[in-house]
């Protein structure tokens, strides 16, 4: 029997492929060294926002925001995992929560899950130009309100539907307008502002429609697509 290697990771890449970790305070090395993940990798889970919780098994709103590795072309595989390679492409310098992985004995993981998470203000200097429009959007789009209005907007609550309008331009605008004026990179936008509003709105079935003449109207997307 095989006993020896029953609780010894097999690099199967299946934790790899269902999502990016998230990152703590003792990531903040890596990620300044600049061997690791940048700012052009990370997602920002916003406050309010509906994310998977695996110690609970359970979709559920964030308390605090936190920050993880994107996936990888529209999908959940983390953006450092190498299909081809079958491996993790920055393996020396992989985040905290990578280190403790082993689905077979995933105490050690659940462990990590409680160490203090980052947030953007651990990485953004103070007084960066950025910060004071980072509070507007959360100002303007508010996570909580997003998945409060989703529903209401698709079934003709009139005033859903406005303000929802509204925080969707906000963001599309935003996110063009900071790599236009600033020359950052625009993979670095959901770092900076979170996953776009459209994308939150999916997680609700809700899909945003620009009619004739430029309103927008929200639709609730059918089971399956
Ligand atoms: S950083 Fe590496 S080990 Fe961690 S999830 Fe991504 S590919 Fe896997």
């Known amino acids: 029997m095989d006993t020896q290697n029953k609780n010894t990771c097999k690099q199967c890449g299946n934790c790899c492929r269902e999502g990016g970790p998230a990152l703590h305070v003792e990531d903040l090395e890596i990620i300044r060294s600049g061997q690791g993940p940048d700012l052009v990798h990370i ?9 998977y919780d695996q110690v609970t098994n359970s979709f559920a709103p964030l308390k605090e925001e936190l920050l993880k590795l994107k996936g990888s072309q529209g999908t959940w595989t983390c953006t450092f995992y190498s299909n081809e390679a079958a491996m993790c492409t920055i393996y020396e310098h992989r985040p905290s929560e990578c280190r403790a992985l082993n689905c077979r004995a995933p105490e050690e993981l659940y462990e990590v899950y409680t160490h203090e998470r ?15 429009l980072i509070d507007e959007h959360e100002r303007q789009c508010p996570a909580e309100e997003i998945a409060r209005l989703a529903t209401p907007a698709t079934t003709g609550d009139a005033e859903a539907a406005e303000r929802l309008a509204h925080m969707v331009r ?19 936008m959901d770092f ?3 996953r776009p509003v459209r994308t ?17 109207v929200f639709r609730k997307i059918p089971k399956g697509q």
């Open 118 to 132: 980052i947030s953007r203000r651990d990485l953004i200097p103070q007084g960066h130009p950025l910060l004071e």
């Open 200 to 216: 939150l709105l999916r997680q609700f079935a809700t899909a945003v429609n620009i009619e004739k003449g430029g309103k927008m």
């Open 43 to 51: 997602v920002t889970l916003r406050r309010g926002e509906h994310a």
């Open 170 to 188: 906000y963001d599309d605008e935003i996110r063009k307008l900071v790599p236009e004026k600033s020359g950052m990179d625009p993979e670095g």
């Open 192 to 194: 900076f502002f979170g």
